[in-house]
């Protein structure tokens, strides 16, 4: 497979929001989209995705992951940015429908279809810094991937940033790019610097989330995680994660952490940390900076329980086990 999220099926369905009402969806090339140099997205970045993953079974079966909770996110995060308030049902339809169209070229497991929906504010307006777009674009892109860790997830090594911030707190549970670009600088920082794969923000030493994912800690029979709200994104991986800890007997802990408590309980033996995300699943975390000085996480290596859950949703996705939550909904 080509790098992650590089290779896209030649169409995408698209719709159009004017004069107050979506348009009928269209399947149209992903080639390009129509935009005005002055519109709304360029300039203000009133812009948010999404993304979730199509999954083939073995019996020839395509099914999309959690897609309710997906929609339900996408609408929130249009609502926050003050976007045209979208019409789920005809998202729901165009997912399914531009994934039935490119069924066939859905990967193996581990591989999958990526489904990306993208709301951006196309008003061509450069004034309107401090109003909304009253017009925008809605369309469903689509790339084939193979395993987001090519030869296996290696331990990451996280630096701990108790001055910065991922984004603005009310712009967390937000899956907009602003926030991601926002974290950039100091991620490619930290790679350069102290050679961390990723930044925990952890703001005057409450622990958050990285640059791109969830963080979740694992001590014994306990999974410890951040509480939902404002200030990070609520990810629908760590909400699937979560659910299986329970299923599996684990006390499930959705509560502020300190970096002190998290240093202390990483220096026991057996604890793990890992972070949750749709296009990861759950990667291993080996090592904490904090400081200037590097503190290794229980072993070091790649947990057992990381490795359990990870396969227990995998196997739910690949249907290699029963979809007992019913996340899963079938395509064709």
Same mark, same amino acid.
């Given at each position: 497979?080509?790098?992650?999220?590089?290779?896209?099926?030649?169409?995408?369905?698209?719709?159009?929001? $004017? +004069?107050?009402?979506?348009?009928?969806?269209?399947?149209?090339?992903?080639?390009?989209?129509?935009?005005?140099?002055?519109?709304?997205?360029?300039?203000?970045?009133?812009?948010?995705?999404?993304?979730?993953?199509?999954?083939?079974?073995?019996? #020839?079966?395509?099914?999309?992951?959690?897609?309710?909770?997906?929609?339900?996110?996408?609408?929130?995060?249009?609502?926050?940015?003050?976007?045209?308030?979208?019409?789920?049902?005809?998202?729901?339809?165009?997912?399914?429908?531009?994934?039935?169209?490119?069924?066939?070229?859905?990967? $193996?497991?581990?591989?999958?279809?990526?489904?990306?929906?993208?709301?951006?504010?196309?008003?061509?307006?450069?004034?309107?810094?401090?109003?909304?777009?009253?017009?925008?674009?809605?369309?469903?892109?689509?790339?084939?991937?193979?395993?987001?860790?090519?030869?296996? @997830?290696?331990?990451?090594?996280?630096?701990?940033? $108790?001055? #910065?911030?991922?984004? @603005?707190?009310?712009?967390?549970?937000?899956?907009?790019?602003?926030?991601?670009?926002?974290?950039?600088?100091?991620?490619? @920082?930290?790679?350069?610097?102290?050679?961390?794969?990723?930044?925990?923000?952890?703001?005057?030493?409450?622990?958050?989330?990285?640059?791109? @994912?969830?963080?979740?800690?694992?001590?014994?029979?306990?999974?410890?995680?951040?509480?939902?709200?404002?200030?990070?994104?609520?990810?629908?991986?760590?909400?699937?994660?979560?659910?299986?800890?329970?299923?599996?007997?684990?006390?499930?802990?959705?509560? +502020?952490?300190?970096?002190?408590?998290?240093? $202390?309980?990483?220096?026991?033996? #057996?604890?793990?940390?890992?972070?949750?995300?749709?296009?990861?699943?759950?990667?291993?975390?080996?090592?904490?900076?904090? +400081?200037?000085?590097?503190?290794?996480?229980?072993?070091?290596?790649? #947990?057992?329980?990381?490795?359990?859950?990870?396969?227990?949703?995998?196997?739910?996705?690949?249907?290699?086990?029963?979809?007992?939550?019913?996340?899963?909904?079938?395509?064709?």
């Amino acid at each position: 497979m080509a790098v992650f999220g590089t290779v896209f099926m030649p169409e995408m369905a698209i719709t159009t929001f $004017e +004069n107050d009402t979506w348009s009928e969806t269209k399947f149209v090339s992903s080639e390009s989209i129509p935009m005005h140099p002055g519109a709304h997205v360029l300039h203000y970045s009133s812009t948010c995705f999404e993304g979730l993953k199509a999954f083939r079974h073995d019996d #020839g079966g395509i099914y999309v992951f959690r897609m309710d909770q997906n929609l339900n996110r996408f609408e929130q995060s249009s609502q926050l940015l003050n976007l045209p308030a979208i019409d789920k049902a005809q998202v729901e339809q165009m997912i399914l429908s531009i994934v039935g169209q490119y069924a066939s070229d859905v990967p $193996e497991p581990p591989g999958s279809m990526y489904i990306r929906p993208t709301h951006v504010g196309t008003e061509a307006s450069i004034g309107k810094a401090a109003a909304p777009s009253l017009t925008s674009l809605l369309y469903v892109l689509l790339s084939p991937v193979g395993d987001y860790f090519t030869g296996g @997830a290696k331990p990451l090594r996280l630096l701990l940033d $108790e001055t #910065g911030m991922r984004c @603005a707190p009310h712009m967390g549970m937000i899956k907009s790019g602003g926030n991601y670009a926002s974290a950039l600088g100091p991620i490619l @920082a930290a790679r350069s610097e102290v050679q961390a794969d990723q930044i925990l923000f952890c703001p005057n030493g409450d622990v958050q989330e990285t640059g791109a @994912a969830n963080f979740i800690l694992i001590d014994g029979n306990e999974v410890i995680t951040k509480a939902l709200d404002s200030s990070f994104l609520h990810g629908v991986t760590r909400s699937s994660i979560l659910t299986l800890a329970a299923d599996l007997g684990m006390t499930v802990s959705e509560r +502020n952490i300190s970096v002190d408590e998290l240093l $202390e309980r990483a220096a026991k033996p #057996g604890v793990e940390a890992a972070l949750s995300g749709t296009a990861a699943v759950l990667t291993p975390v080996g090592t904490f900076i904090h +400081n200037d000085k590097e503190y290794q996480v229980g072993n070091g290596e790649a #947990g057992p329980t990381t490795q359990k859950l990870r396969q227990a949703l995998n196997d739910i996705q690949w249907g290699k086990a029963p979809d007992k939550h019913n996340w899963l909904v079938k395509v064709k």
